[in-house]
């Protein structure tokens, strides 16, 4: 049973930085990309950031430059370094992994979700 788990949400002053984590646990897994969605309150769900397993990133045109996607593949975990946080941040912060475990296919799984809220 694949799962993520997400840790590092929390609450910061505008201008201010978090780091998210998203660990993937599991038997003989092997992850293809990674990535990072958000999702505000009454709006939809969007893509933040993601990493292909080479390392090869894409952001959204509104956290380019402010934010960071990484990956450590010997622990399975992927990170999201948040710089110059904005109020309009403020979302559910959702880690997603196209990922394989016993089987040959790629599935892609979600975490829970960590909330970060940026106040003005």
């Known amino acids: 049973q694949v799962q993520l788990v997400e840790s590092g949400g929390g609450l910061v002053q505008a201008g201010g930085s978090l780091r998210l984590s998203c660990a993937a646990s599991g038997s003989r897994l092997r992850i293809g990309f990674m990535a990072w969605y958000r999702q505000a309150p009454g709006k939809q769900r969007e893509l933040v950031a993601r990493i292909t397993s080479d390392g090869i990133t894409n952001y959204a045109a509104s956290v380019k430059g402010r934010f960071t996607i990484s990956r450590d593949n010997a622990k399975n975990t992927v990170y999201l370094q948040m710089n110059s946080l904005k109020p309009e941040d403020t979302a559910v912060y959702y880690c997603?992994?196209?990922?394989?475990?016993?089987?040959?296919?790629?599935?892609?799984?979600w975490g829970q979700g960590t909330q970060v809220t940026v106040s003005s």
């Open positions: 997603n992994g196209n990922i394989a475990d016993v089987g040959p296919w790629y599935v892609d799984y």
